[in-house]
């Protein structure tokens, strides 16, 4: 179910800052446990257990479930002043689902730079340890699914602990295509510090995370509608030792 629509306004973003390219990637993969398992082996890594999604008392109603990664926080939403009045947040149980429209950024017909600071679009995520660095350990990425009748192109984004959430050069992310109900793996030294360019920094985690997200972008090009529900969220771990 959905409640109604949301006013127009922008709560603090937690480092997950609007960009000024929109570029998309293709990075699906499927896990080789099936659904409903709970850990499996990817390549050289493992895949953990599901983090649930329950109750909580954020900017989004849930938060992370009990699990024995450390991870505890509730979920945020971030938007754009401008461009998402549409937006409809749902209210199902261990997912978290939007739909709406994140409308175009215009263009200025004098040429000069488009608004984007008002028009970036939309984000959500959860904060990882109630405001202190997680510090990530074995845990090397995150796999998740997200499933939906409209899919758009997302950014993962993760922003390491004791950086500036206000600066644009703070978040880590990496642009993806993600097919409605496949597993989405991300592991941290794909993120780079502006994910237009993958010739940049990779994240840093050695001081811990404070937080990852979905940023659905805008763009200058057309308006990007959605309707997915982000679920099953599972840590990658590094591969024990033989």
């Given at each position: 179910m959905r409640n109604a629509s949301l006013p127009s306004f922008r709560f603090i973003?937690?480092?997950l800052l609007p960009f000024v390219a929109a570029v998309s990637a293709s990075c699906a993969a499927t896990p080789t446990n099936g659904p409903g398992a709970t850990g499996g082996q990817i390549g050289d890594t493992n895949l953990g257990d599901v983090v649930n999604f329950v109750s909580g008392t954020g900017d989004l109603p849930y938060a992370l479930g009990d699990n024995v990664y450390?991870?505890?926080?509730?979920?945020?939403?971030?938007?754009?002043?401008l461009g998402n009045s549409s937006l409809v947040i749902g209210t199902d149980p261990g997912k978290i689902c939007i739909h709406g429209t994140v409308d175009a950024v215009p263009t200025p017909p004098d040429g000069s730079h488009p608004p984007y600071s008002s028009y970036w679009g939309i984000e959500v995520g959860f904060d990882l340890n109630l405001g202190l660095a997680w510090m990530p350990g074995s845990v090397v990425g995150f796999s998740f699914t997200i499933e939906g009748t409209v899919?758009?192109?997302?950014r993962f984004m993760a922003l390491p602990f004791g950086l500036d959430p206000t600066a644009e050069a703070s978040a880590k992310c990496l642009p993806m295509n993600p097919q409605s109900n496949v597993a989405q793996q991300v592991q941290f030294t794909q993120l780079t510090q502006f994910c237009w360019d993958t010739a940049s920094l990779v994240i840093d985690t050695s001081k811990g995370l404070s937080n990852f997200g979905l940023q659905i972008a805008a763009t200058t090009n057309?308006?990007?509608?959605?309707?997915?529900?982000?679920?099953?969220?599972?840590?990658?771990?590094?591969a024990k030792s033989p």
């Open positions: 973003t937690r480092g450390g991870m505890s926080g509730n979920a945020f939403l971030s938007r754009s002043t899919m758009s192109p997302v057309a308006a990007i509608p959605f309707d997915w529900c982000l679920k099953d969220l599972r840590p990658i771990l590094a």
